[in-house]
């Protein structure tokens, strides 16, 4: 099984456990695009699928705070993949699982490749409609979504939790020259000022990109958003969320337009707020997949300059 550290029988127990003993585990194959757990789509014995995502971690509570978010957002009319079962294990059984439906479809970026322009922006319409019915909800309190976790009131306040500690872990990378982590630092000493805003905290998916957003052709033949996956869910400003997306190139000019007919992009978003809003998820792909992300956060930091 190569590196997937885990054997037929505990997937298959896995299997049985959902659907009965009866049920048999006939084949995996195992999905791109996680960076912290194998993820498998799994076959089953009555031509079923399902996909479960297993942690190399012995006690994880990941899995836990994902079925949670893909049960809210599901509740919500969205679509994400049913959860089926999710487990957080023991020193006695040291497997952690989420299993969960698996989406038949490609990815939005490989969607891209196979559509017509005019198919393509339909394609964008219908992903702005989803995001906007999203952000529709909206809380008291800025906060990530999981029971039990700390509130905020103040935005800049979250914000700076969420990435002191990515922010904090970066500065000993001797990639960042001297002035690109003094520049960051000034950036990061004004945020209160920079994020200030007059919206409420909405619900937001944290991680919207190509590889998270599935497309399929349905059976009227045209392309719809199947599902969006892997949330991280937070109750947040909207803003930081669109920046995410237009930054990783997920969204075009036709998403833009549609999400701004119901939920206009400010003029301080295009002049400050966007900036920094890119500026640190850069900072965390720096850290998480290397320095191929260091040509475009030296982009980001300049583009701070003339703020600070």
Not at 60 to 81: F, H, I, N
Not at 212 to 230: K, T
Not at 261 to 267: A, F, G, P, V
Request: glycine share 4%; hydrophobic share 35%; with cysteine.
């Amino acid at each position: 099984m190569g590196e997937i550290d885990i054997s037929w029988q505990a997937l298959r127990r896995i299997v049985q456990d959902f659907s009965g003993t009866s049920a048999e585990l006939t084949e995996f194959r195992p999905l791109h695009g996680g960076q912290i757990s194998t993820t498998l789509e799994l076959h089953l014995s009555d031509n079923t699928k399902a996909v479960v995502k297993v942690s190399p971690h012995r006690v994880d509570k990941s899995y836990e705070r994902e079925a949670y978010q893909l049960t809210l957002l599901r509740s919500l009319g969205l679509p994400v993949p049913q959860v089926y079962q999710w487990k957080i294990g023991s020193l006695d059984d040291p497997v952690s699982y989420l299993l969960i439906e698996f989406i038949e479809g490609v990815d939005l970026g490989q969607a891209k490749h196979r559509c017509t322009s005019e198919e393509f922006d339909a394609l964008q319409q219908e992903l702005a409609e989803i995001i906007l019915a999203m952000h529709a909800n909206m809380n008291e309190k800025y906060m990530r979504v999981m029971e039990g976790g700390q509130s905020y009131d103040s935005w800049s306040r979250f914000y700076r939790e969420v990435y002191d500690p990515i922010w904090h872990e970066a500065q000993s990378d001797p990639h960042l020259s001297k002035h690109c982590r003094k520049q960051i630092g000034k950036v990061h000493e004004k945020l209160d000022r920079f994020l200030v805003h007059g919206d409420k905290p909405r619900l937001v998916h944290w991680d919207i990109w190509n590889t998270n957003v599935m497309c399929r052709q349905n059976g009227d033949g045209r392309w719809h958003i199947a599902a969006l996956l892997d949330p991280n869910c937070k109750y947040a400003h909207a803003e930081a969320e669109i920046a995410y997306m237009e930054l990783f190139h997920t969204v075009t000019p036709a998403f833009l337009r549609a999400y701004q007919q119901h939920h206009r992009l400010s003029d301080d978003y295009h002049r400050f707020r966007k900036p920094i809003y890119q500026l640190y998820p850069l900072i965390n792909h720096v850290r998480l997949f290397g320095h191929e992300y260091m040509k475009p956060l030296l982009a980001a930091v300049e583009k701070t300059e003339s703020m600070v």
